[in-house]
């Protein structure tokens, strides 16, 4: 079975950077589209980027564009999210997921059928 091991998260001030990783332990060897997603104190879970093709294709959400960076290793199987440049907005739970596949990137929460457990990221003055 596919599990998701996350670490990174913590608290920080505005304009700091952050580290998310997130590694896939358990069931077959085979590559999958990894993303990052969060969720807010009270909204819905919501994209923020993925990662495909192992490390060669990435996609961003328009808020956080040009602050994080999404890579992946060639396998398919990790996922790093750095992140520059935080925002109070950006105080949220973030969660890694992972779908198999190679190429397809999708932004829907329904795509992914992998979760980790959620890591917590404070951005506070």
């Known amino acids: 079975q596919v599990q998701l091991v996350e670490s990174g998260g913590g608290l920080v001030q505005p304009g700091d950077s952050l580290r998310l990783s997130c590694a896939i332990s358990?069931?077959?060897?085979?590559?999958?589209?990894m993303a990052w997603f969060r969720q807010a104190l009270a909204k819905e879970r919501e994209f923020v980027a993925a990662?495909?093709?192992?490390?060669?294709?990435?996609y961003y959400s328009d808020s956080v564009k040009g602050r994080f960076t999404i890579s992946g290793d060639s396998a398919g199987n990790t996922a790093t999210l750095q992140m520059n440049s935080l925002k109070p907005e950006d105080t949220a739970v973030y969660y890694c997921a992972a779908k198999p596949g190679y190429l397809a990137i999708m932004t829907g929460v329904t795509a992914y059928n992998s979760w980790g457990q959620g890591t917590q990221v404070i951005v506070s003055s």
């Open positions: 990662v495909a093709g192992g490390g060669t294709k990435t």
């Open positions: 358990g069931g077959p060897s085979r590559p999958f589209v």
